[in-house]
């Protein structure tokens, strides 16, 4: 079983794991990546999407077509292994920004769908999967 991100106690009072379900761990790698700022992990610095730090950055739509094409080629290169990232639309709006990726599970060639959403204002953040909703191979 691996480790739940982000980090908390699960009921029995230890740390909390994820299920015997692969799409949760692989949902919770997806969010790993995505909030975490590069920089903030020691041994690996350039680890993370910078997502959330250009959140407030000026640029309309030409931010947001940097944003998706950044959290996309981020997703690539730390979990290519894992899942094979298919599209990548980010939304901003006010303090609020939100993150739908498509992807394919590569052990199992299910497809995917999860959307992410994290309110800097208030630090709430939400994950919503849709499961194999598109279809498998």
Same mark, same amino acid.
């Given at each position: 079983?691996?480790? &739940?991100?982000?980090?908390?106690?699960? !009921?029995?009072?230890?740390?909390?794991?994820?299920?015997?379900? @692969?799409?949760? +761990?692989?949902?919770?790698?997806?969010?790993?990546?995505? #909030? $975490?700022?590069?920089? @903030?992990?020691?041994?690996?610095?350039?680890?993370?999407?910078?997502?959330?730090?250009?959140?407030?950055?000026?640029?309309?739509?030409?931010?947001?077509a940097a944003l998706q094409?950044?959290?996309?080629?981020?997703?690539? &290169?730390?979990?290519?292994?894992?899942?094979?990232?298919?599209?990548?639309?980010?939304?901003? @709006?006010?303090?609020?920004?939100?993150?739908?990726?498509? +992807?394919?599970?590569?052990? $199992?060639?299910?497809?995917?769908? $999860?959307?992410?959403?994290?309110? #800097?204002?208030?630090?709430?953040?939400?994950?919503?999967?849709?499961? !194999?909703?598109?279809?498998?191979?």
């Amino acid at each position: 079983m691996a480790m &739940r991100f982000p980090f908390h106690i699960g !009921s029995r009072g230890s740390t909390a794991t994820t299920d015997s379900r @692969e799409d949760t +761990y692989v949902r919770d790698l997806l969010e790993q990546v995505l #909030l $975490t700022t590069p920089g @903030e992990r020691v041994n690996r610095p350039d680890f993370g999407s910078g997502l959330l730090g250009m959140v407030f950055s000026p640029g309309g739509d030409v931010l947001q077509a940097a944003l998706q094409a950044s959290v996309q080629a981020t997703l690539q &290169r730390w979990l290519a292994d894992l899942v094979m990232v298919q599209a990548v639309a980010v939304e901003v @709006e006010d303090s609020t920004v939100s993150v739908t990726v498509q +992807y394919v599970v590569q052990r $199992t060639q299910q497809q995917q769908v $999860t959307r992410f959403s994290t309110d #800097l204002a208030s630090g709430q953040q939400t994950s919503a999967g849709t499961g !194999s909703a598109l279809g498998g191979s």
